[in-house]
Structure formats: structure tokens, C-alpha cells
């Protein structure tokens, strides 16, 4: 798949998945696992927008499950990966993915 641009953000949620953060995804990773436990939030989210297709490719894809996995053990789970295209999204958790 052919991207033209994108940008990738962490959204720290509270416990009823309202936005508390937003933290861009490119900055060190010890960096973002401070902030994700100062806030004490359980939940986080992915949001990327980016041109062409909101479909997920592959890379997307090892990107949510590698994210969630690494996140388990500091107690933090993936509440949604959303990829916005245009007036078009897709959710990974509306397609039964998380």
C-alpha cells in the first residue's frame, strides 16, 4: 500500500475511554511510558490519520498487536487503533480486532 503521509498518536484515556493526553507516537518510547504512568490511565489508544485508504495494511496491523503486547505487562491495554482517511475510518475494535 502506497501512504503519502501519516502521523501516529497515543491517546491516553481514562476509564470511560475519554481522551486525558495526546502524545505523539515518534518520541522515545521511555518518554511516552513516563507520561502513559504519570496519568495512571489503564487505557490508550492509537490514532492515525493519514491520505489514501483508511483500510490497515500489514504494517498496521503488527503495529497494534506488537503495541498491545508490549503494553500488558505496565497493565496498560489498547482500548481502539482508529486509521482516518479523508472523510473515511477504520476502527480496529468495530471490526472485531481488539
Request: glycine letters at 6%.
Amino acid at each position: 500500500m502506497c501512504v503519502l503521509s501519516s502521523s501516529l498518536h497515543l491517546l491516553v484515556l481514562d476509564d470511560e475511554w475519554r481522551p486525558l493526553d495526546r502524545l505523539r507516537a515518534d518520541h522515545d518510547w521511555r518518554g511516552i511510558v513516563d507520561r502513559l504512568l504519570r496519568w495512571d490511565s489503564r487505557w490508550v489508544a492509537l490514532d492515525q490519520q493519514r491520505t489514501g485508504i483508511s483500510l490497515p495494511g500489514w504494517a498496521d496491523i503488527h503495529l497494534t498487536r506488537s503495541l498491545s503486547k508490549r503494553l500488558r505487562p505496565i497493565e496498560i491495554a489498547l482500548a481502539d487503533h482508529v486509521i482516518h482517511a479523508g472523510n473515511n475510518h477504520f476502527s480496529f475494535r468495530e471490526a472485531g480486532l481488539l
